[in-house]
Each structure stands twice: as C-alpha cells, then as structure tokens.
C-alpha cells in the first residue's frame, strides 16, 4: 500500500510576516526548536523503518521550515530512502537551495509560494532556475487577492514555462473579485477554478484515515489537517490497523491538500505524482489543452 503523510511538526516561527496568514504568528524559543528537530528526526526514523510499501511525505510546517538545516537533512534522507517515492515540503523559498543537491532529485519535491510583500521576484526566480538546474520538481503558487494580480502576471512571464504557478483562491472575496483579476488568474492558472469551491465533502469518501494521513510532532495520525479527531499514533505497534476506508466527517473542504484527495473530484488523474508538490500531470502541455 503506498500512504502518503503531511507531516506537520512543532515549528511555530516564519521569517515572513503576511497579515492575511493564520501561520506562525509568534518565534520560537531554543527549546522548542530543539523540540522540533528531535520530533522530525523520529519522524524519519519511523519512515525509514517501514518495510512494506511505499511513503510520500508532504512537509507542512506552521511556519517557514527551509530555513532550518534540519529540515534540508530530513528531506534529503527521507529523499535516499527506498521505500520513500515523494519527500516535500510548503516553503516560501527564502533560504538557500545548496542543499537540494545532496537528494535524490528524482523523488524532491517543493512547494513554493511568493509572497511579493516580503521578497524580490528577481531572487525568487533565481533560486527557481537554480533548482530546475537541479531537476527538482517544483511547484510555485501565490494568493489571489486583487493587489497581487499585477505580480502573478509578471511572475508567471518571468519563470520557465515548465513551472506550474497555482493562485490559491480567497474564497472569502470571490464574489467581489474583479472580473479582470480573475481573467488574470484564470490565464495564469487553467485550474483556478478548481480551487475557488467549498466542495461538499460530509459522508462522502475520502482517502483520508486511509491511504493519506496527518501527523503532528508527537506521531498523532489524523485523518487530515481539517478534522480534529485522532485515529492513532504512528508509534504506536499497531497503528496500521488503524488504516482503513472512512467518509468524511466535516461538512466542506476547500484546501488543495485536503479535498485532492476527494476520489469523486478525479485530481489524482489531473495531478498523478505530483499530488504532494501541486504539480498538475503533462505540464506545460495541459496549459495549452486547457487553453492558457
């Protein structure tokens, strides 16, 4: 069986400031950071030590994880191991990217947003192409907010047309988005659309509980990021009977990571292995398909 993981650990700290972020509001202390490196570290011990199947792991720290050498040497191990097929993380890409060059390329996977409040597109695209010069997968995403549109569109003429750039939509502010934000979005992003529903999702199935869990720092599996109750703990000897299919309990979901995994939407098909990093099957090709 191959389970995929988002893995999100005690890390609370972000080098960026974006008032329209729920993350990591506050800095950590040494202790804590201290707390979180020993907490991935088990966590990819517990990976490596899995000997059936395969693993995906898609790092979601609450903050900015990239900046911190720990994370670099997880995903690097996590990448070299055999039973791993993906090992990815969300980053703002502020950091250095040298490290990229000590994984397995072929199984790293990055999600990046830019952020034009708090960083200089010129280095962003930079440590784009410096990773492409890698062959590391990669997705780059910005927020939808009206004020940003000016910025996709430049950023999207800036990287190479085999970078996906997703715009998360502001569910919240789509009935007044400007008919011209939007047909910038849609331009930039064939699957936009996609991202602006709050899809139903209460007793329907979902890979989550399943073949995709969460897991928090201490090994608590949850079905998802978005439902609160716990089906086990990866430490646990006999967590893989907790595995098994579930509907979901919530009544919408509406993040990428959450309602991709929906099997009646089809994304699997449309994402194929680049679920994890957001990176959509056939791209530069399915822009063109979908009339980008």
């Not at 020993?38 to 898609?58: C, K, M, N, Y």
């Not at 597109?121 to 010069?133: H, Q, T, Y």
């Not at 907790?242 to 009544?251: D, F, H, I, K, Q």
Request: with cysteine; charged share 20%.
């Amino acid at each position: 069986m191959h389970l995929s993981i988002l893995y999100r650990g005690p890390l609370l700290s972000c080098n960026y400031g974006c008032d329209y972020c729920p993350f990591a509001k506050r800095t950590n202390t040494r202790a804590e950071l201290l707390e979180d490196e020993r907490a991935l570290v088990r966590f990819v011990d517990w990976v490596e030590a899995q000997p059936q199947g395969t693993i995906s792991v898609l790092m979601t720290p609450w903050g900015e994880g990239l900046v911190r050498r720990w994370y670099q040497e997880a995903l690097v191990r996590l990448s070299h191991l055999p039973n791993v097929a993906r090992a990815a993380i969300q980053t703002n890409l502020s950091g250095d990217v040298a490290w990229a060059a000590d994984a397995d390329v072929a199984r790293l996977g990055l999600w990046c947003t830019f952020h034009p409040e708090w960083a200089s597109a010129e280095r962003f695209v930079a440590k784009v192409n410096a990773l492409r010069s890698m062959r590391v997968r990669l997705s780059v995403g910005m927020v939808g907010f009206p004020r940003f549109a000016e910025a996709i569109g430049a950023m999207r003429r800036a990287l190479p047309e085999e970078v996906y750039l997703w715009v998360n939509a502001v569910k919240d502010e789509l009935g007044a988005l400007p008919a011209e934000a939007r047909a910038t979005f849609e331009a930039v992003d064939p699957l936009f659309a996609v991202n602006t529903h709050h899809y139903r999702s209460l007793g329907r199935p979902c890979r989550g509980g399943e073949s995709m869990i969460s897991v928090t720092g201490d090994g608590t599996a949850r079905r998802c990021h978005f439902i609160a109750e716990p089906i086990g703990n990866i430490y646990a000897a006999d967590f893989a009977e907790a595995l098994r299919p579930r509907v979901c309990t919530a009544s919408t979901c509406h993040c990428h990571i959450g309602y991709v995994h929906m099997p009646e939407l089809g994304l699997y098909e449309v994402f194929g292995e680049g679920v994890l990093e957001r990176i959509p099957r056939g791209w530069p090709e399915l822009r063109v398909g979908l009339g980008g």
